[in-house]
Every structure is written in structure tokens, then in C-alpha cells.
């Protein structure tokens, strides 16, 4: 994907998120994940990705737990 193509589309989905109401956001962005996941459909990626989306947010630090198991096993 072209960034210009990320761009527009990142806005897109804030501006859809915006449009249900800052109460259902939360909602929203879980079933996006959700498709979104179903549709990548590899859970060794996806956890790969979480990882990386969520590194900031947790000060650099790997966050260990039990789906840890489950995707390595």
C-alpha cells in the first residue's frame, strides 16, 4: 500500500469511528480487529503485529501472557 493509500484510508476509519459516538469507538475498533484478523488468518502475523502496534504502549516492554502459549504451540 501506497502511504498516500494508508493515509486515506487511516482517515476514513477514524472519520467512521468519530461518526458512532467517542462511547462506541472501543466497540468499533474490537470488531474491526476482529474482521480484520479473520481475514489476515495467521496467528504467528498477527501476534507479530501486535507486538508492533503495541511496543510504544507498553514502554518497550514484551508483554507476556497466556496467548503466548496458544500461538507458539
Excluded: H
Aim: glycine fraction near 6%; hydrophobic fraction near 35%; include cysteine.
Amino acid at each position: 500500500m501506497k502511504p498516500e493509500q494508508l493515509e486515506e484510508i487511516y482517515t476514513e476509519l477514524c472519520n467512521r469511528l468519530t461518526s458512532i459516538g467517542d462511547d462506541r469507538i472501543s466497540d468499533g475498533l474490537a470488531r474491526v480487529t476482529l474482521l480484520l484478523m479473520n481475514e489476515i488468518g495467521d496467528p504467528s502475523r498477527l501476534s507479530d503485529l501486535f507486538d508492533d502496534a503495541l511496543y510504544d504502549l507498553t514502554d518497550g516492554q514484551e508483554v507476556d501472557g497466556p496467548w503466548r502459549q496458544t500461538v507458539s504451540d
